[in-house]
């Protein structure tokens, strides 16, 4: 089921564990420090920052994240120092992910030319162009050169932005329609998220994975980085980890401006630049310049994106999904299950949910860029 609401309310039955070894939590005497809105409650402890997908549990699964981080409600509410809650809307509550339907459209394309990308220098070969990291429920990559990073260039008025992060989920975030009107959850999800930072809004440019395709060599090449990785990243030490990201930029822009334009690399060097050359925006990767548009959130807490009104995230769901092999499902998979955060504190209880439930859509601007909205730039003036 893709999920509405409360589970249990609809009469499911909450499935096994997918790994009955999980960790549990330990017995502690601790008390969690509570949100108002949880106050006077038995909650079981967790460590600071601790969220699942399990939509049976009201005390930190999805039906409870806006307890704890306001960001994350429809109708973000806030509450005096006695409890009382004080209906005060921040932003307007929109919330990811939705629904992807073709015949849910209520706002007409006004997109003028497709997702235009720039690759820039990223080398998936150079340990200070990106940081690659495993959360419980996310295979995650920073990008460290900043001023060297990803840019895409949407249209809407949106200009160059700048990649920060790209994040690969399974299942897939959102739910879409398929041409025989068929609902559908993909295998997983890839998403890179920009920051639009004249408006203040992060945007993210997201495609749906179908594993029943060949090996996708470039999706093999970020999986085979995430394979060394040996950390599990946390809420507990996230900070650690930006302030790597902060550290690495600086340095390297140090080095550039000290560095003269000269090659004086050792022979060969400019053949292995040329094989490390990534592009997050391949064809390969993101395999059409067509999509789905609409206003929402971020999908885990705190479901903003730094001090960014709540439900202001801008979304661009590509209408065609990437190819990957079954057998690197699985890897992906095993890299979350199995890998660094198997047995951490932050990853107990995760069960078999990974992905929000789909989230109300009906009253905001939803759209779809299609073929007949804006010809492709290489069929423009003759190619």
């Known amino acids: 089921p893709f999920g509405f609401g409360n589970a249990a309310a609809q009469g499911w039955q909450r499935p096994p564990l997918t790994d009955p ?6 017995p502690t005497t601790a008390k969690p420090t509570l949100p108002p809105a949880l106050a006077g409650t038995d909650v079981p402890y967790r460590p600071p920052g601790y969220f699942n997908y399990d939509p049976f549990d009201g005390y930190y699964g999805p039906e409870a994240w806006a307890k704890w981080w306001p960001g994350c409600g429809t109708g973000v509410t806030q509450f005096d120092q006695s409890g009382v809650g004080v209906a005060t809307s921040i932003g307007d509550g929109r919330q990811s992910p939705i629904h992807l339907s073709n015949q849910g459209m209520n706002v007409q394309c006004e997109a003028t030319h497709e997702i235009r990308t720039r690759a820039a220098e990223f080398s998936i070969c150079d340990d200070e162009a990106g940081l690659f990291t495993i959360t419980p429920s996310r295979l995650r990559l920073d990008f460290t050169a900043q001023k060297q990073n990803p840019e895409a260039n949407l249209p809407d008025g949106f ?8 994040e690969v989920a399974y299942p897939a ?3 879409i329609e398929d041409e025989d009107g068929k609902w559908r959850r993909y295998d997983a999800e890839y998403t890179i998220l920009h920051d639009f930072e004249r408006r203040e809004k992060a945007t993210l440019i997201s495609v749906l994975i179908d594993a029943t395709g060949n090996r996708n060599e470039r999706f093999q090449d970020l999986l085979d980085e995430w394979s060394k990785v040996d950390t599990c990243r946390t809420p507990k030490n996230d900070k650690d980890f930006r302030e790597q990201i902060e550290r690495v930029d600086d340095q390297r822009q140090l080095r550039r401006a000290t560095t003269t334009s000269e090659n004086n690399g050792p022979k060969g060097a400019r053949g292995r630049e040329l094989a490390c050359a990534f592009n997050i925006y391949h064809r390969t990767l993101m395999p059409s310049t067509y999509y789905y548009a609409y206003q929402g959130s971020m999908p885990e807490p705190p479901c903003t994106y730094k001090d960014y009104l709540p439900g202001t ?9 990437m190819k990957i ?25 995760t069960g078999v949910w990974r992905a929000r439930p789909v989230q109300e859509s009906d009253e905001r601007p939803y759209w779809q860029c299609k073929r007949e909205d804006f010809p492709l730039d290489c069929e423009r003036d003759g190619g």
Do not use: F
Not at 21 to 26: A, E, F, I, V, W
């Open 173 to 175: 975030l959102h739910t």
């Open 325 to 349: 092999s079954p057998s690197q499902l699985q890897q992906l998979k095993s890299l979350i299950e199995n890998g660094p955060c198997k047995d951490n504190d932050y990853a107990q209880e």
């Open 313 to 321: 995230s801008e979304w661009r769901v590509i209408n065609k999904p």
């Open 159 to 166: 200009g160059d932005m700048t990649a920060k992060y790209l």
């Open 21 to 26: 070894t999980r960790p549990t939590p330990s």
